[in-house]
């Protein structure tokens, strides 16, 4: 797995910090750099105050997402699709934070699939089973995926809002 994007080829897609506190959905843009290196995702996250819950999803290019929550004990993560770790430094980065024990040769020809922490946000009322589903309708681009995430734990109208001003 190596790096095969430059600094300065950012992907696209969209990077979105979700609180909750006191009992409400937050969300907020996160900057672009966020959707190529997994370390400026968490520090980005790291910086947000909040007393609450906060995890970041992470659209890159609509081809997968990350879900990055920093904790105390250390950075829960789920990759959507592994394979993408072929293409993509963060997906690599993420597999290699995971300990994932993948060889690139297995990624080839493999099909999608997720690797990571299913229940990174079952305590915040989405359980692992649910997600598990929503990652399994591979029929679904990554942004739909997310979509899906955040209606059923209830931010849907608050992701859309910043979706909105970021033009997507």
Same mark, same amino acid.
Do not use: H
């Given at each position: 797995?190596?790096? &095969?994007?430059?600094?300065?080829?950012?992907?696209?897609?969209?990077?979105?910090?979700?609180?909750?506190?006191?009992?409400?959905?937050?969300?907020?843009?996160?900057?672009?750099?966020?959707?190529?290196?997994?370390?400026?995702? /968490?520090?980005? %996250?790291?910086?947000?105050?909040?007393?609450?819950?906060?995890?970041?999803? %992470?659209?890159?290019?609509?081809?997968?997402?990350?879900?990055?929550?920093?904790?105390?004990?250390?950075?829960?993560?789920l990759l959507s699709d592994a394979t993408a770790a072929l293409d993509y430094d963060i997906a690599a /980065?993420?597999?290699e934070k995971l300990d994932a024990d993948i060889e690139a040769d297995d990624l080839d020809d493999a099909?999608?699939?997720?690797?990571?922490?299913?229940?990174?946000?079952?305590?915040?009322?989405?359980?692992?089973?649910?997600?598990?589903?929503?990652?399994? /309708?591979?029929?679904?681009?990554?942004?739909? &995926?997310?979509?899906?995430?955040?209606?059923?734990?209830?931010?849907?109208?608050?992701?859309?809002?910043? %979706?909105?001003?970021?033009?997507?």
């Open positions: 797995m190596g790096a &095969q994007r430059a600094p300065a080829d950012l992907p696209d897609g969209f990077g979105v910090a979700v609180v909750r506190e006191d009992g409400k959905w937050r969300c907020a843009p996160m900057r672009k750099s966020a959707l190529n290196s997994l370390s400026a995702a /968490e520090t980005e %996250l790291r910086e947000i105050r909040s007393a609450g819950a906060v995890f970041g999803l %992470l659209d890159v290019d609509d081809e997968f997402f990350v879900i990055v929550r920093p904790a105390p004990a250390g950075t829960r993560l /980065e993420a597999l099909d999608p699939f997720e690797e990571g922490d299913l229940g990174l946000l079952s305590d915040l009322g989405l359980p692992d089973a649910v997600l598990s589903v929503i990652l399994d /309708e591979t029929d679904l681009y990554a942004d739909e &995926q997310i979509g899906r995430i955040a209606r059923e734990m209830g931010f849907a109208e608050e992701l859309s809002a910043v %979706l909105d001003r970021l033009n997507r």
